[in-house]
């Protein structure tokens, strides 16, 4: 590492060193990540839909502890 590298990093806060702990971990990964296609900004919408799909990020919108309100919940909007 070089010395102003290290000057640098003694000037972060605790939550900023573990940014860029995190960063450096992507780094890494990034080298080896065999799809590198994903890592453009030339990804297509419907290519980036399915990533996301795939990903199960949003798995627990479907879950049942997510319904809060019923369809008998409020009043009917008048218009």
Do not use: H
């Not at 960063?23 to 297509?44: C, G, V």
């Amino acid at each position: 590492m070089t010395k102003q590298l290290l000057q640098t990093m003694e000037k972060l806060t605790p939550q900023e060193l573990s940014e860029l702990e995190m960063f450096a971990m992507f780094l890494l990964a990034k080298r080896n990540l065999k799809i590198a296609e994903y890592l453009t900004d030339e990804i297509s919408t419907q290519e980036l839909t399915k990533l996301v799909e795939a990903s199960a990020g949003f798995d627990w919108l479907s879950s049942s502890k997510e319904d809060a309100y019923s369809i008998d919940d409020g009043k009917a909007v008048e218009w």
